[in-house]
T-cell receptor, first 115, second 112 residues
Framework: DGGITQSPKYLFRKEGQNVTLSCEQN?????MYWYRQDPGQGLRLIYY???????QKGDIAEGYSVSREKKESFPLTVTSAQKNPTAFYLC??????????????FGPGTRLTVL | AQSVAQPEDQVNVAEGNPLTVKCTYS??????LFWYVQYPNRGLQFLLK??????LVKGSYGFEAEFNKSQTSFHLKKPSALVSDSALYFC??????????FGAGTTVTVRA
């Protein structure tokens, strides 16, 4: 899991609430990513950021928001608009160099459960 | 659009036997391919990657992968499996816009 930390490890949310998942890295990586993992579906990209103050939507961005105010931090907010937020959320980072040399390294994950 | 397929949901082998986890890909341009492993309730750990060059790539924990361009495959292999290799394995392909596309994963069980 290296130098990427995610908190909390487990998170419970009531319907209608927004929650924010934390992701911090001390690897001096430029690029950061958020993925959602559901059983039998692999990982799906929510948002990614290649540089501070810039981010792009991934494949399933609806109901989520992010910010990238610092290089080290890329928090993810799961809003009440997300219809089925119960999942395992993984943050990753990479150096942000040219594709093909850019290995993504993952944090330990946050398991979000909607009550 | 690119895609990655892992045709086997589960692979079961006895300890000491060879382990193979299959992966096929469909990408435009040069393929950049990765293998990751995930233990229960943990993040993904990087095992190895193929960029260019030798078709046989060696990685962590004794794993290797063979790139086959004609068959568009990137199978993960280990000559002698350990019980501790039991985990969920993901194959992934990297696109030019930094996006990783993942297969659905293969659960490996190594029995003692």
């Amino acid at each position: 899991d290296g130098g990427i930390t995610q908190s909390p490890k487990y998170l419970f949310r009531k319907e209608g609430q927004n929650v924010t998942l934390s992701c911090e890295q001390n690897l001096n990586h430029d690029a950061m990513y958020w993925y959602r993992q559901d059983p039998g579906q692999g990982l799906r990209l929510i948002y990614y950021s290649q540089i501070v103050n810039d981010f792009q939507k991934g494949d399933i961005a609806e109901g989520y928001s992010v910010s990238r105010e610092k290089k080290e931090s890329f928090p993810l907010t799961v809003t009440s608009a997300q219809k089925n937020p119960t999942a395992f959320y993984l943050c990753a980072s990479s150096m942000g160099q040219l594709p093909g040399t850019d290995t993504q390294y993952f944090g330990p994950g946050t398991r979000l459960t909607v009550l | 659009a690119q895609s990655v397929a892992q045709p086997e949901d589960q692979v079961n082998v006895a300890e000491g036997n060879p382990l193979t986890v299959k992966c096929t890909y469909s990408v435009s341009g040069n393929p950049y391919l990765f293998w990751y492993v995930q233990y229960p309730n943990r993040g993904l750990q990087f095992l190895l990657k193929y960029i260019t060059g030798d078709n046989l790539v060696k990685g962590s924990y004794g794993f290797e992968a063979e790139f086959n361009k004609s068959q568009t495959s990137f199978h993960l292999k280990k000559p002698s499996a350990l019980v501790s290799d039991s985990a969920l394995y993901f194959c992934a392909a990297l696109s030019n816009d930094y996006k990783l596309s993942f297969g659905a994963g293969t659960t490996v069980t190594v029995r003692a």
